[in-house]
């Protein structure tokens, strides 16, 4: 049963916002002290993504735990018994078909979204409220940032054996090999 009355839920729930959120501070936060520059809610792409990073052709999406039903496994029977609390997002025992409808609608919708990003030349993060608690954040914040450095390399050709840098180190070693081949015919 609910501890609250309907008129102090519905204030509570109307107060929850959807933009400049405490995770979705963070990552800002977090990103912007270590060099990387973003647009927000930009609502030219589809599911107006939390932040774009255009020179990473990379959109994040910081998503809320419950909202997005991080870790809830749903499956396709419209059966609310079978689905599962995790850790970090459970579902309220009070009208909770509601809620069940509510996280899959979201969850298909992000799903939807990504893949629609995807087809555009998007690449799409993830960061869950969860990964940014005191204890995980700075570890999450470094491998965003790893994430994000290593999908610009991968797509300017940098660090391939084939690309770039790659190509010139391939042809020193070709060289390299070449000349103890000399060496040991003379």
């Not at 990387?36 to 939390?50: A, E, I, T, V, W």
Request: charged share 30%; glycine share 6%.
């Amino acid at each position: 049963m609910d501890k609250l009355s309907a008129e102090q839920r519905h204030k509570n729930m109307a107060a929850i916002r959807s933009k400049d959120t405490k995770p979705e501070m963070t990552v800002r936060r977090g990103l912007w002290s270590r060099g990387f520059r973003y647009r927000l809610n930009s609502p030219r792409l589809p599911g107006h993504p939390d932040l774009v990073l255009r020179k990473y052709r990379t959109c994040i999406f910081v998503n809320g735990c419950f909202w997005h039903g991080h870790y809830v496994t749903m499956p396709e029977v419209n059966a609310e018994e079978q689905i599962e609390n995790s850790g970090c997002c459970k579902i309220p025992r009070t009208n909770r078909a509601f809620w069940v409808a509510k996280i899959r609608r979201n969850q298909e919708r992000d799903r939807e979204e990504q893949q629609q990003l995807a087809r555009m030349g998007w690449h799409c993060i993830t960061v869950w409220e969860c990964e940014l608690t005191p204890k995980r954040r700075e570890q999450t914040l470094t491998a965003l940032a790893f994430t994000l450095n290593r999908i610009w390399l991968d797509d300017h050709g940098i660090g391939r054996p084939d690309h770039g840098i790659g190509r010139a180190y391939q042809r020193q070693e070709e060289e390299d090999d070449s000349m103890l081949t000399a060496a040991e015919d003379g």
